[in-house]
């Protein structure tokens, strides 16, 4: 028999809500509304990428910080993410590796 070493790369619906710290009908309408990427496994139940443990941090981060309901983090997401991007090649245009963005998540 022979077992693997390497961790899973997927959380499952409970794993991601308990890492996560956020109730399981939440973690499922986050991503109902897009915010939070998951797949169905074989069985039919949600299955979560590790990288989406720094997703729903972020949107924890935001919710609490600007006080906006879940449906709207989405626009704020997104808006954010363009907002780095356009930094991003702004600094490259201008040759400049200056500090970090203030749009960054880590």
Known sequence: ??????RSPHLHLESFARAT???PELVRRLVALGLIDAT???G???????SQLAAA???????AGLAVNY???GLVTDLLDRIAELE???RIRSGTTGGRSWTSTV
Not at 57 to 63: E, K
């Open 1 to 6: 028999m022979s077992r693997f070493l390497a």
């Open 57 to 63: 941090g972020r949107l924890q981060r935001l919710h």
């Open 88 to 90: 991003t090649e702004l």
């Open 21 to 23: 710290g956020l109730h």
């Open 44 to 50: 039919g139940d949600l299955c979560f990428p590790l």
């Open 71 to 73: 449906a709207s983090l």
């Open 40 to 42: 169905p496994d074989t």
